[in-house]
């Protein structure tokens, strides 16, 4: 593969930072001052997609407010809020860069990680994703349960996904225009991204805490993610079912066998029917469980097959233009 085909050189070199913002008004400032500094350091010339996933604090003000008049800053608001994964995937969408490395508002993706990722690729790689070798960001309880969640993806899944990686990763020109081919109303957007292929590696850092503000990202969203992320990429727990199922069964014959031998051959009655009710309570448990399981496939085809727009763009602005995309004056 040919370096050339994979990144351009020279000056002209263009890096697009993909960040959603989700009610993300506190971090801005420092974000901003920040993003100033790394295209201070860079040579490749660095642009910013933002899109705002339907705030409803000044996230938008303050964007138009802090970088109005400074060059390659672009906005794109949401309708409403869509989340996080499907923010991702629009502002991947939008971006006509070379590279687009994504990342959070919040400054736990460090831009010096993001300046080795673009040397990385310069390098000829076409996907460069961090790896949280260490964090400080989470709780222990937060840390052990996305331990087990990413081998425990690792072990089922049906795509080679590096663990302990977010969505913190610069993509190449190729792997964008395969990305949007994408069109999942759910998408687990690392897993996506695994499942590509290309020349892919991992640059370990340290996550440090947010800057500032909270987390957007409750127990809720995080586990509607992590089902997402399997739902997605695994059939196993349904072919669990069968296995399960099968060998529920075939015990239960033999147990069948056991109890005509003892009433007829040894005579002796079993006694104990009240664990009956147990048993029978147990395996409700475990049918219902897995018609919950069935389910949950069974509402992921439904979403696709409505194929409503995956998400509504109410308006997009440029740091170097006044206007709306509609020609209107924008509300700001
Ligand atoms: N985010 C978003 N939409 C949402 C939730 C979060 O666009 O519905 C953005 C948020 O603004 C941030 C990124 O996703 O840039 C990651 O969120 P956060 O830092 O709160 O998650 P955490 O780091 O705590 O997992
Ligand atoms: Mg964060």
């Known amino acids: 593969m040919s370096r050339s085909q994979n990144s351009p050189d020279g000056a002209d070199v263009k890096v697009a930072l993909v960040i959603p913002l989700f009610n993300e008004e506190i971090v801005l400032p420092l974000l901003i001052a920040e993003i100033e500094s790394f295209k201070k350091a860079r040579t490749e010339n660095i642009q910013v997609i933002f899109i705002d996933d339907g705030s409803t604090d000044a996230t938008v003000r303050e964007v138009v407010r802090l970088t109005t008049g400074i060059q390659a800053y672009q906005l794109i608001r949401f309708s409403r809020n869509f989340g996080h994964?499907?923010?991702?995937?629009?502002?991947?969408?939008?971006?006509?860069?070379?590279?687009?490395?994504?990342?959070?508002?919040?400054?736990?993706?460090?831009?010096?990680?993001?300046?080795?990722?673009?040397?990385?690729w310069q390098e000829g790689f076409d996907v460069v994703f961090g790896v949280r070798k260490s964090r400080s960001d989470v709780s222990a309880t937060q840390?052990?349960?996305?331990?087990?969640?990413?081998?425990?993806?690792g072990k089922i899944s049906e795509v080679d996904a590096p663990v302990d990686t977010g969505d913190f990763r610069l993509l190449s020109r190729r792997v964008i225009e395969a990305f949007n081919q994408f069109e999942e109303q759910q998408p687990y957007v690392r897993g996506l991204i695994a499942w590509l292929g290309f020349r892919q590696t991992g640059i370990e850092y340290h996550r440090p805490g947010r800057a500032a503000g909270s987390t957007k990202y409750p127990f809720r969203l995080r586990f509607r993610l992590a089902m997402d992320g399997l739902t997605s990429f695994s059939t196993r727990p349904l072919k669990l079912a069968v296995n399960l199922g099968l060998l529920i069964a075939l015990g239960s014959v033999m147990g069948l066998i056991w109890v005509v031998l003892t009433k007829y051959v040894f005579g002796t009655a079993i006694t104990g029917w009240a664990s009956l009710i147990f048993a029978a309570f147990f395996f409700g448990g475990v049918q219902l469980f897995f018609l919950g399981i069935v389910g949950t496939y069974v509402a992921r085809v439904y979403e696709e097959v409505k194929r409503r727009p995956r998400f509504v763009i109410q308006d997009t602005w440029e740091s170097d233009k006044k206007e709306a995309s509609n020609g209107s004056k924008p509300n700001y």
């Open 143 to 153: 840390r052990f349960t996305a331990f087990v969640f990413y081998r425990f993806f």
């Open 85 to 120: 994964q499907m923010a991702i995937s629009a502002g991947i969408r939008m971006c006509q860069a070379d590279a687009a490395i994504i990342m959070d508002a919040d400054l736990q993706d460090p831009l010096s990680v993001a300046g080795q990722m673009i040397d990385k």
